[in-house]
């Protein structure tokens, strides 16, 4: 997988995606000589700038985007930050913060668009948030109507659903909670993370398919369908792009064309690529 933008376009998905659609998860690295990744970051990412991620989605038909910060950049949200400034009207963020920051930083980044923070419960990504400082988190955040997204696996979803139950505010869990697709919608963790979207406050993103299956992705189209089917209202779909840590080489013109198969109704997809993403994120 390269980032170059020069090496643009691709070739065009078979899907045609309706007006306004949003990739609700992609990611902006770098460039590093701008933007350096955290010292202490788990892993290094090729150079991903905003140029890479525009050229992605005018091949792909997408026309709004949720910029999520990664943990190789840290609590350094500037790379993020500086594509949601060159075109708020398209782009919303995702920050990844801790109880340093100031009102003043919150403010600031509200204004560039960011909505949301994330935490990760992943531990290859270096140890897991600490669930008092998440709290304090979120208690800066209320006043903002901000969310929190959580990059959560399929092992931590039952220890930590009813943690997730009792969060006071609109809640987004990543990537499918990253079930293992190949043990198929009856497994303990999917269970419950159906049950999960039971509470109105809980979304989730049928993004990630790369994440818990391998091309052509047939075992992640059971789970993604069913959580289309319960989550309705609160659903969401990205890219993934640039697919940072992952175990294989992407095509997101594949990811998009997937999109039909596990919603293969107009108004479903509708819904998670336009409508959802508008309403969380305020999209006009």
């Given at each position: 997988m390269t980032t170059d933008?020069?090496?643009f376009p691709r070739r065009r998905p078979r899907l045609a995606l309706p007006p306004n659609s949003c990739d609700s998860h992609c990611h902006v690295f770098g460039p590093?000589?701008?933007?350096?990744?955290?010292?202490?970051?788990?892993?290094t990412p090729e150079d991903a700038p905003k140029e890479a991620l525009e050229a992605l989605h005018q091949q792909l038909g997408i026309e709004r985007a949720v910029i999520v910060q990664a943990s190789c950049h840290g609590t350094d949200n500037n790379a993020m930050l500086d594509c949601l400034r060159s075109n708020q009207t398209r782009y919303r963020g995702v920050a990844i913060v801790d109880d340093s920051f100031t009102e003043a930083q919150f403010r600031e980044m509200h204004?560039?668009?960011?909505?949301?923070?994330?935490?990760?419960f992943m531990p290859?990504?270096?140890?897991?948030?600490?669930?008092?400082?998440?709290n304090r988190v979120i208690d800066r955040i209320k006043e903002l109507s901000w969310h929190v997204v959580l990059h959560i696996h399929g092992g931590v979803i039952i220890p930590m659903s009813d943690?997730?139950?009792?969060?006071?505010?609109?809640?987004?869990?990543?990537?499918?909670g990253r079930v293992a697709a190949k043990d198929g919608v009856d497994q303990p963790p999917f269970r419950a993370l159906l049950e999960l979207l039971r509470n109105e406050r809980c979304w989730i993103k049928v993004c990630g398919s790369e994440r818990i299956s391998m091309p052509p992705y047939c075992e992640a189209v059971p789970i993604a369908a069913a959580l289309v089917k319960a989550g309705g209202e609160r659903v969401l779909w990205g890219t993934d792009f640039p697919h940072p840590n992952a175990t294989h080489d992407a095509d997101e013109t594949e990811l998009v064309d997937l999109v039909a198969q596990f919603a293969p109704e107009a108004v479903d997809q509708q819904r998670f690529l336009v409508?959802?993403?508008?309403?969380?994120?305020?999209?006009?």
């Open positions: 933008p020069r090496t590093a000589s701008k933007f350096p990744y955290a010292p202490s970051r788990s892993y204004e560039a668009g960011v909505r949301g923070v994330r935490f990760n290859h990504l270096g140890a897991s948030a600490d669930l008092a400082m998440v943690i997730m139950q009792k969060l006071p505010i609109p809640f987004v869990i990543d990537h499918m409508d959802n993403p508008a309403r969380l994120y305020g999209f006009s």
